[in-house]
């Protein structure tokens, strides 16, 4: 079944941590996540995804990562920890709707465990492909994270991103100001909004 999502999920797992217990290496075994991003050039979302797949590979997970307008200068760190990062042919020349139909073609045919979305393009991307294609599976667990202040505050993009946010599992902020935002302007999933902080994996370093 799907993977137990709420507000005890946690994204550097990728599923739920019962009673504080951490997630140990092998019990992701078999998931298949797929983080969804605009590009994987440097930046703060693009390196905590790439810490988060990191420890997802080492939980036994199966993590990739879908850009959908350009690749960048963070693809050989990417491929040195054997983190698969597919480009969406097209996607920087495609409306909204046509990028979401791409998109909603690739993770389809990847058939993921989890789809974790981070900022706004994805997540509109994902949630609107979700309604125009239906590319979830029965046991799809479908997440988003926002990284920082809302960039863009127009009030149609406002509506796109209520407006697909609603079919989503979880939406985390990293921090509690990001999560007060989210839900002013009204963008939540199914469970609210949740704060998990951001962090940097120090065993590197040690």
């Known amino acids: 079944g799907r993977l137990a999502i709420g507000a005890s999920f946690h994204p550097m797992g990728g599923a739920a941590l019962h009673d504080g217990m951490e997630l140990m290496p092998g019990e992701m075994s078999g998931h298949r996540i797929v983080h969804v991003l605009t590009t994987v050039r440097h930046g703060g979302a693009e390196r905590v995804v ?33 983190i698969p990062v597919e480009l969406i042919e097209g996607g920087d020349r495609a409306g909204v709707a046509r990028t979401a139909w791409l998109l909603a073609g690739s993770l389809r045919a990847a058939r993921p465990t989890v789809v974790h979305t981070h900022n706004a393009a994805p997540q509109i991307a994902a949630g609107l492909g979700q309604r125009i294609r239906r590319w979830r599976q029965p046991e799809t667990a479908l997440v988003h994270t926002e990284h920082g202040p809302l960039q863009d505050r127009r009030p149609a993009l406002m509506q796109l991103r209520r407006w697909t946010a609603v079919g989503f599992d979880a939406v985390i902020a990293v921090s509690a100001d990001t999560q007060a935002e989210l839900l002013r302007h009204r963008i939540h999933g199914a469970h609210g909004v949740g704060v998990v902080t951001n962090g940097i994996d120090v065993s590197r370093f040690t």
Do not use: I, K
């Open 50 to 82: 790439l810490d988060l797949a990191r420890h997802q590979h080492r939980l036994g997970a199966r993590p990739s990562v879908t850009c959908l307008h350009h690749l960048g200068d963070l693809l050989p760190a990417f491929d040195e920890a054997e």
